[in-house]
């Protein structure tokens, strides 16, 4: 997807793609890449990306030109995958302004197998079921964007299926 | 040193503007130091939201215009203890006599959001402040075993605190039971256990130890500054953009203090810490090494952190009951620390206080931690 590697990978990333105007854009496509952005019907599919530093190994979730780490720009770009264990979670009751979504919600703090954690909404998952270390997987879900426009793409967290 | 500490009340004030609630901290200031707005060489001024360009020169042209320097600073929850800070090496480099740090803040009502319209963050649903503690909270909880009245009786010790404070935004004092009950922001922590957003103005003046008699000061009265630390976020494998991610943040700077200072936590009289909700004081009080990581809670619990304790912590009040104006809040600090130090206290006078600490946190990963010393 990306045309370019290294440090200019992330702005080319952000450049709109003008073949998805009827269907969800991700909210960050330094963060969400979605898989099925050719005009197909079916489910939103993607993985959650971000950047690997060359030098010093350190992983980033989401945009990076420098490396967080060592301030080193030979990053190269990786899919992070779909799956994680939630590090924390809480039963949000009073929403943040422009919350677009249902009250109370669940925010998930999830730990990424290659280091990086993820905040995102936590769903389909009763409340008394949720537990720290519990295997979660990523999905995404369409949401109405703030200021008109397509719907935004919003990656969120549910409990993994395998229950492994 | 610090040589003046102003303070006006903070809490909801319709009627007046922010450049009112500064005057009225810097005057104190002026009049507690002994010494006249002219004295003043450098000004720098906290604050947050915007109120037009340049206010800390319109707020202060009030008092007359002297040429002097004037800075704006702008360093999220921070501002305040930044503007101190920068004041501090304004003088330690010797380039001038007397230094204003004031901050003053009119924070709008309702949760506190970091992000601008649209950004990921607001459909993510993490541009919360207290989901950010409340996540923190959770996972400390399961870590260390603390229960829920551990992190309530943080905001219990806060209140009965502020209940001897006239400058304080709550003052009324209220159960572990009535803290749990109050409603939930998020799960863990109820409204009790979160800062109000406040307004309210601080100033201190600082002036060199061997300046002070230029200028008439009364040496007894005024306050060393032992260590002035200002960091940012440093990579923590983790990523950087969520302060739920680095909670103990905070160490490394204090690090930097106690060396600066030639101090350690067991010189440590009292504190003030960010506890912009109950979780920030255990993990702060933690971060700086007063009590092993884990066991702030059970000191707590103990009594430990409360005005008759061995280690008093918020003495005024802290963000709980004092609420917060971003601005003003890390100069607020300062100004409780040196009430302390000169054991002008009253009723909150902590005994034998000769080493205060003020910590101070900011979105960014920011961390101010100054050491305070008497004499």
């Known amino acids: ?164 | 040193m610090v040589v003046g500490v102003g303070l006006h009340p903070f809490g909801r004030f319709p009627d007046k503007d922010l450049s009112a609630l500064a005057i009225e901290a810097v005057l104190p200031a002026l009049k507690d130091a002994g010494v006249k707005w002219k004295d003043i060489a450098i000004a720098y001024f906290g604050h947050v939201y915007y109120q037009g360009m340049s206010v800390g020169e319109t707020t202060l042209s009030k008092l007359g215009l002297t040429g002097v320097p004037i800075v704006n600073v702008e360093n999220a929850c921070s501002s305040g203890s930044t503007a101190f800070w920068q004041a501090y090496w304004g003088i330690t480099t010797g380039l001038y006599d007397m230094a204003l740090a004031f901050g003053a803040e009119k924070v709008p009502r309702g949760p506190v959001t970091v992000t601008a319209e649209d950004s990921p963050e607001r459909y993510i649903g993490g541009d919360h402040m207290m989901a950010g503690y409340a996540l923190r909270s959770k996972r400390y909880m399961e870590d260390t075993g603390a229960p829920a009245t551990a992190l309530a009786q943080v905001s219990v010790k806060a209140r009965q605190n502020a209940s001897m404070n006239p400058y304080a935004h709550r003052k009324d004092t209220y159960t572990i039971e009535e803290v749990l009950n109050s409603r939930m922001v998020a799960d863990p922590l109820t409204l009790f256990q979160c800062c109000p957003t406040s307004e309210g103005g601080a100033a201190a003046v600082l002036c060199a130890r061997e300046n002070l008699a230029d200028y008439g000061i009364d040496e007894s009265r005024a306050v060393s500054i032992a260590a002035a630390v200002l960091t940012s976020g440093d990579y923590n494998g983790r990523g950087a953009d969520h302060s739920a991610f680095s909670p103990y943040r905070t160490e490394p700077a204090a690090l930097q203090a106690y060396e600066m200072s030639g101090l350690g936590p067991e010189d440590v009289d009292l504190v003030q810490v960010h506890d912009a909700a109950t979780i920030g004081e255990l993990q702060q009080i933690e971060a700086l090494h007063l009590f092993p990581f884990g066991e702030a809670w059970q000191g707590t619990v103990e009594g430990r952190t409360a005005l008759s304790g061995d280690i008093p912590v918020n003495t005024d009040g802290g963000l709980l009951a004092m609420g917060h104006p971003f601005g003003a809040s890390g100069i607020r600090m300062i100004h409780e620390t040196v009430t302390q130090l000169r054991g002008e206290a009253g009723p909150r006078q902590v005994a034998n206080a000769r080493v205060g600490v003020a910590q101070c946190s900011g979105a960014g990963d920011v961390t101010t931690v100054h050491i305070l010393k008497k004499g």
């Open chain 1, 1 to 164: 997807m990306l045309g370019m590697v290294g440090q200019w990978a992330c702005i080319m990333a952000d450049m709109p793609n003008t073949n998805q105007s009827v269907l969800p854009v991700s909210i960050d496509h330094n963060r969400l890449k979605l898989t099925n952005d050719d005009a197909n019907n079916g489910p939103l599919g993607g993985t959650l990306t971000g950047f690997r530093c060359k030098e010093c190994g350190a992983s980033v979730f989401g945009p990076a030109i420098f490396c967080q780490s060592c301030t080193s720009t030979d990053l190269e770009p990786v899919d992070l995958g779909d799956q994680g264990v939630l590090y924390s979670f809480t039963i949000v009751r009073i929403p943040p302004a422009g919350w677009p979504g249902d009250v109370p919600y669940v925010l998930g703090q999830v730990e990424l197998p290659s280091g990086p954690q993820v905040l995102a909404e936590v769903i389909d998952c009763e409340h008394s079921d949720l537990k720290i270390g519990m295997p979660v997987e990523m999905t995404i879900q369409a949401v109405p964007a703030e200021n008109g426009g397509p719907d935004k793409a919003v990656y969120k967290w549910r409990p993994a299926k395998s229950g492994e």
